[in-house]
């Protein structure tokens, strides 16, 4: 009797380990280039990777978003952009962040501490460049608030509803920025010259001085178990940009194309 008790504890163990693992949408070891236009002369590239590290001496997800112009747009303005965020995989939460921004002539360099633990109600936060701060609990930066949001919206199986905000708040240029989507339905668009189904979003942006209207920018994740961020548009003032997937690597599941 109690061997088999045992036996149906293993099982209903396993079991629940293969449930959590199909709702990690992704892995270290996935990355994903895209390509950037603007007009006939913008261009650039950008990558988007996870991959294993450390943080004080303690095993992290490491996550890089990396962008860059090229040709024309390059010899005219040159932009090398660098968001670095050190996850804890336990809790998916950000403990360190690194900007790095070179855009022309302009330079900004900040690092930020992330401390989710000394108090029960709050973030504590240790910049570079301001000094310590507070922030609310859970707080997140802006590249581990898209890898949470595939992770505890996308994948957590919940139904989307169009219309609906999904909202995050996040540490951006030491201070705290919410990142607002609202779900607008599901759409198949054109990657690569195939089809995929892919979940559309609007980020909700400030008008003024970029935007003219709140949904200016749209985001596309397919609809499957990577949840992968394929395409971006946001239409300023001045022209529209768009951010198209070129390739991908070490992803959890393989793409659902439709033939």
Known sequence: MRKTALTVLLILSLTLQMLV?????????????????????????????????????KPVWHAVVAGQTTGLADALYKVRDVYESYIDPETDLPV?????????????????????????DS?????????????PKGLLDLVSCFYWFRKYYLAAGKELVPGETYKMMTWFADELYPIILRYKGKETIRIRGSRIECYRFHPVTEV????????????????DENFLPVKVRFDIFVGSFHVDMTNYEGLRAPLKFIE
Do not use: C
């Open 208 to 223: 003024g001085r970029v935007f003219k209207t709140e949904e200016d920018m749209a985001m596309w994740f397919t609809a």
């Open 123 to 135: 973030t504590l936060l240790f910049s570079d460049l301001s000094g310590q701060h507070t922030g």
């Open 96 to 120: 360190f962040t690194v900007r790095n921004i070179s855009e022309g002539r302009y330079r900004k360099y900040n690092e930020v501490g992330f401390d989710h633990s000394s108090r029960s």
């Open 21 to 57: 693992a199909q709702k990690q949408p992704y892995m270290p070891g996935e990355k994903v280039s895209y390509q950037i236009k603007y007009g006939i002369v913008g261009s650039g590239q950008a990558t988007l990777e996870i991959k294993e590290g450390y943080y004080k001496g």
